[in-house]
């Protein structure tokens, strides 16, 4: 019997996925929404369950924005990588997502706080895909992953030494609650680098080392924000953008994530401009396709 329309049948028929996209498993009604340039955060809020984890660091992003990005970028059972995992927010997307996923993190507490969240947020039972932990790091640990591996990276790297200072918000929103407000004093750190040009080298370097690990033609994600150095505003996302672009990186585009949650601070009044910073930059870059 040949299949009926939806004039026959007065239904919508089912969204598929188009046989040509190699990229993911999205519907073009669910592609196109994910192209637009600016998304809201949509974080649990701070009153959720399992938000009581990820505000343990001092600088968390949310596992439904990476899970996003995860879904958009990967197939299921492909391979995400986060250098800088911090309290496990992509493992978390990647484990729910069904995605295998590979994180690393200096910090030690950092990194048992990571393997708690999957435990108790993440359905441990799927044995189709693996969440690792690689402790230390991030230039020693990224060698033991060979070439060509990863199908997508995402992360949220250290924004400078920002987190040092000690402003309305850090002391309202964490000192005041007893949370740390940095990454630790380990010299390691790239948060403890004191030039920015240095950190800045430093940290495209990494990223560099990153772009062996993913095959051809995939893509990164780099969830940065801009930020303020006493008086003067760093554009840190055109700075790490212009670095990449030395190790044949290309830049496909820039989303700029909404922070509307944010609380508003009396920066510089009465006497001069200071922006409250309520957006981040994630950057879309790709490596190039092997001819």
């Keep these: 019997m040949a299949s009926r329309n939806k004039k026959e049948t007065g239904k919508e028929a089912e969204p598929t996925v188009d046989p040509r996209n190699?990229?993911?498993?999205?519907?073009?009604?669910?592609?196109?929404?994910?192209?637009?340039?600016?998304?809201?955060?949509?974080?649990?809020?701070?009153?959720?369950?399992?938000a009581r984890i990820e505000r343990q660091h001092p600088a968390p992003f949310s596992f439904t924005d990476v899970g996003r990005l995860v879904r958009f970028f990967t197939k299921s059972g492909q391979t995400v990588l986060d250098p800088f995992v911090g309290v496990g927010s992509t493992l978390k997307a990647c484990a729910l997502d069904g995605r295998n996923g590979i994180g690393i993190?200096?910090?030690?507490?950092?990194?048992?706080?990571?393997?708690d969240r999957l435990k108790a947020e993440?359905?441990?039972?799927?044995?189709?895909?693996?969440?690792?932990?690689?402790?230390?790091?991030?230039?020693?640990?990224?060698?033991?992953?060979?070439?060509?591996?990863v199908d997508f990276i995402v992360t949220s790297p250290p924004y400078w030494s920002?987190?040092?200072?000690?402003?309305?918000?850090?002391?309202?929103?964490?000192?005041?609650?007893?949370?740390?407000?940095?990454?630790?004093?380990?010299?390691?750190?790239l948060g403890n680098i004191s030039d920015y040009p240095k950190f800045l080298v430093e940290l495209a370097g990494i990223f560099g080392e990153c772009t062996r690990t993913l095959k051809s033609g995939g893509y990164m994600a780099i969830i940065v924000s801009d930020f303020?150095?006493?008086?003067?505003?760093?554009?840190?996302?055109?700075?790490?953008a212009q670095a990449l672009a030395e190790y044949g990186l290309e830049m496909k585009g820039l989303k700029t994530l909404y922070q509307r949650h944010k609380k508003?601070?009396?920066?510089?009044?009465?006497?001069?401009?200071?922006?409250?910073?309520?957006?981040?930059?994630?950057?879309?870059?790709?490596?190039?396709?092997?001819?």
């Design 228 to 240: 303020r150095d006493k008086s003067k505003y760093i554009m840190f996302h055109a700075d790490l």
């Design 105 to 115: 993190e200096l910090n030690p507490e950092f990194a048992n706080l990571c393997r």
């Design 22 to 50: 190699q990229l993911n498993e999205l519907t073009a009604r669910e592609w196109i929404p994910e192209t637009i340039s600016v998304w809201n955060q949509r974080g649990l809020g701070a009153g959720h369950p399992d």
């Design 264 to 291: 508003v601070f009396p920066y510089g009044y009465p006497y001069s401009y200071v922006p409250n910073i309520h957006n981040q930059f994630i950057l879309i870059l790709q490596k190039p396709k092997q001819k």
């Design 122 to 149: 993440t359905d441990q039972s799927n044995g189709n895909v693996t969440q690792k932990i690689l402790e230390g790091d991030v230039r020693e640990q990224l060698p033991s992953i060979a070439d060509d591996t």
């Design 162 to 189: 920002i987190l040092k200072k000690e402003d309305h918000k850090a002391r309202q929103e964490r000192l005041e609650k007893g949370l740390v407000t940095n990454y630790g004093s380990d010299p390691r750190d």
